[in-house]
């Protein structure tokens, strides 16, 4: 079963994204993906 993880933004620090990771992966998750708040693409890290 895939566990839920939510995305922060690492500029403006919102969160912004909920998604889906498989919890056998130690790694945490980064993404660049588009924050409403700064207006621009940004990266969005893991955070519990």
């Known amino acids: 079963m895939k566990k ?3 995305l922060i933004c ?3 620090l919102s969160r912004n994204y ?3 990771k498989d919890p056998n992966n ?3 998750l980064e ?6 708040t ?6 969005h890290k893991e955070t519990r």
């Open 18 to 20: 909920n998604v889906f």
């Open 4 to 6: 839920k993880v939510i």
């Open 38 to 43: 700064c207006n621009k693409h940004t990266l």
């Open 31 to 36: 993404i660049k993906k588009y924050c409403k």
């Open 10 to 12: 690492d500029e403006c």
């Open 26 to 28: 130690p790694t945490k």
